[in-house]
């Protein structure tokens, strides 16, 4: 792997990420790769690609960027100056723009390779656990979102507009969170994925117990 230039991209996405107040900044982008790592090490992959998509896999967000195009040809006009190779950037933006929840609720989310199946859990499984319970409730808070409304019940998500549409803290469990589990991919993610989602459940449980 060409450290000088994983070097230049992490640097790319702290240059991004770093001021992010949304629960997607440097730290969540640390430890997906550092997770991603681990995955790749269980699986035949290309290991260049998916580090490198974990690193970038948020600098493009249409949640956490003003303009999302404008955001995937300045990372294309980027990776294109470090000498990354055509075929490199196609695999980097495919991973990115096909592992978001949001792109399956659309039904446009195309089918990923096993480098993007690898990023797709790292990310997913930082949405779980204690990391995905405190990134939620920040997530929540910073959006100005109620903590919880027994009378606003979950929904069941059946497009991207409708997941951007505000819902109370504790209803994202119910709508996104917990179903993160039965979507991960690969055998050492899914290991990790029960415990989080053991984890997940009694948070939960004893949260509706001490509200009542």
Known sequence: MDNQKMTAIKRFSQSIMEKDQTGHGMDHINRVVRLADKIAETEACDYFIVKAAAYLHDTVDDKLVSDSDQAFQQLEEFLQEIKISNIQIQQIIHIIKNISFSQELNGTAEKLTIEGQIVQDADRLD???????????????????????????????????EYREESTIINHFYEKILLLNDSLNTDYAKTLGQKRQKFLESFLTEFLEEWA
Do not use: E, H, V
């Open 127 to 161: 949405a779980m656990g204690a990391i995905g319970i405190t990134r939620t409730i920040y997530y929540g808070a910073r959006k100005g979102n109620q903590i919880y409304d027994p009378k606003i019940k979950p929904r069941t998500l059946q497009s991207k507009t």
